[in-house]
T-cell receptor, first 114, second 109 residues
Framework: IAGITQAPTSQILAAGRRMTLRCTQDMRHNAMYWYRQDLGLGLRLIHYSNTAGTTGKGEVPDGYSVSRANTDDFPLTLASAVPSQTSVYFC?????????????FGEGSRLTVL | GQNIDQPTEMTATEGAIVQINCTYQTSGFNGLFWYQQHAGEAPTFLSYNVLDGLEEKGRFSSFLSRSKGYSYLLLKELQMKDSASYLCAALDSNYQLIWGAGTKLIIKP
């Protein structure tokens, strides 16, 4: 099935641990994004990648890092998790960066940091 | 600053019509998106408006007024499956999406 796959679906993590959320797309989209979604707030952009080999910081990048070694994969790493990083994380992609096309979202990764 | 405002929650009756409003303030403007998000699921694209006016797509229509910084999503012939959150997002001058917190729509039989 074409689209975006995220893993894990759900994870409980102890504070201070390192965690990588995986994201893979098979649509050959150039641009990829990581958002977090918290109750009462809009989606907030953490990091983005306009094309393979490039990444950029979004609205809330602190405590997170990303890499884009190839077109398909865009992992998000929490180097040392803190409770404020408890959230639902969505990976998304679009055909081109900065265009007016729709975003395609993965099913989300629910992360709880204790 | 940049801001998107939409009601937190709305209730409507099956078979009726509901209008979900969204106002935006952004640095520049390159269009307005609406997404639907069912509980526990990913957002899915509904519509994109960049010119003033109404765009109809089946039971859903989206309206934009650039001069007023205003959009609405109109849902007709409501069905129980339309119970979801509806997210408004504006594309600013840097082609960055600014998201509203979403409107939770509850449909009652």
């Amino acid at each position: 099935i074409a689209g975006i796959t995220q893993a894990p679906t759900s994870q409980i993590l102890a504070a201070g641990r390192r965690m990588t959320l995986r994201c893979t797309q098979d649509m050959r989209h150039n641009a990829m994004y990581w958002y977090r979604q918290d109750l009462g707030l809009g989606l907030r952009l953490i990091h983005y990648s306009n094309t393979a080999g490039t990444t950029g910081k979004g609205e809330v990048p602190d405590g997170y890092s990303v890499s884009r070694a190839n077109t398909d994969d865009f992992p998000l790493t929490l180097a040392s998790a803190v409770p404020s990083q408890t959230s639902v994380y969505f990976c998304a992609s679009s055909v081109l960066a900065g265009d007016t096309g729709e975003l395609f979202f993965g099913e989300g990764s629910r992360l709880t940091v204790l | 600053g940049q801001n998107i405002d939409q009601p937190t929650e709305m209730t409507a009756t099956e078979g009726a019509i509901v209008q979900i409003n969204c106002t935006y303030q952004t640095s520049g403007f390159n269009g307005l998106f609406w997404y639907q998000q069912h509980a526990g699921e990913a957002p899915t694209f509904l519509s994109y408006n960049v010119l003033d006016g109404l765009e109809e797509k089946g039971r859903f229509s989206s309206f934009l007024s650039r001069s007023k910084g205003y959009s609405y999503l109109l849902l007709k012939e409501l069905q129980m499956k339309d119970s979801a959150s509806y997210l408004c997002a504006a594309l600013d001058s840097n082609y960055q999406l600014i998201w509203g917190a979403g409107t939770k729509l509850i449909i009652k039989p």
